[in-house]
């Protein structure tokens, strides 16, 4: 069983419709109701800036910090973590560059966002990901490089770093005369960083498929068949120097064809990630809009488990509107599988009917124009 991490103390400054709340958990799941707007979701993105990035809205900071506020926002959190009790700090601030945000664990300035993925792992599912199956590419790539960074914390850094030297390589093709050493030295960076990222990725979708085939019966949800295609999909058997050295032979050959262009045509940006539905045999995208949900819900699902599996330590799960589309068995089959993961979860919906079966599982929070209620 993964130990737990507990969030127990939250306090928000000038976030969003909140201009000061402080929270008091006990460890149990957490469900928030209230009408719309009343800053449910916006709880659960405060939560979600106790990872790195810019939380589950992928806002912009100068959105988050609340209307009329003058400085930014902040977020403070004590929670036994992965490294037992500690106390997190984060909230922008306005400087040279605009607004940046800022990490303090027990008071001291850390170096990097990414030290919050030594203390915990904060995984979402929002509405705003019941278009992944349907939508770009695009976003299912940010999906699975969000799955593959809650797992390996050097994977941003890699994607990052990979355009970087993309966006480098394109600004000197669009020069009349491009130094080719120089093209040589970005095309051999991307060629590293590409296999890299590419490799974590296929690990990744090795690793849950695995999770997926093991917790195939126990529920309702479907199970997905996923798959990475877009990107040397032949080439990847070989040893990973190979493929590096097959794709910037790519990337070399194809320097005319991407400056006539004006964008590098082909690279780890331009995977996909395939899904179907198992036992329908159906791609993800053709099934119906309960289907997709309890197909997100199942992968979220096995996600976290793995995520528990590989740190030991369950990942906290932000669940927005989650009865939504799911019929009553689905609804309490969800909630048995949050609470078997033992991690804390935050849930939130418009009716507290609707989390019943949850009972004494949960800690039920009212809602309501930017204040909690118990
Ligand atoms: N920077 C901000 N400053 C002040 N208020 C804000 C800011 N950003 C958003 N809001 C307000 O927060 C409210 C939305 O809160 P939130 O999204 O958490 O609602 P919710 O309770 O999840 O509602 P729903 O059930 O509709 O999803 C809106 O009224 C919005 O105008």
Redesign the pocket.
Known sequence: MPRKVTIFNLKLHD???YASVGLGLDGRNVV?T????????????AVSFLSPGRGLRRAAYG???????AGG?AVFAALDGMQGEVEIGTGTETGEEGQTRRLRVNGTPARSLDELLDHLRVLWLT?SMDGLFTGASSERRRFLDRLVLSLDPDHGRRVADFEKAMRGRNRLLSEPRPDPQWLDALERQMAELGVAMTLARRELVGLLSGIVEASRDEGPFPSAAMSLSGFLDDALEQPAYEIEETYAAVLRDGRYRDAAAGRTLDGPHRVDLLIRHREKDMDAARCSTGEQKALLVGLVLAHAGLVAGMTGYAPVLLL??ITAHLDEGRRAALFDRVDALGGQAFL???DRAMFEALGDRARFLT?AN?TIAG
């Open positions: 976030f969003r419709n928030l209230g009408a719309n707007g009343a800053g449910k979701t916006n709880l659960m993105e959105d988050v910090a609340r209307e009329g506020a926002f509405p927005d509107e939130t919906g418009t809602v930017g």
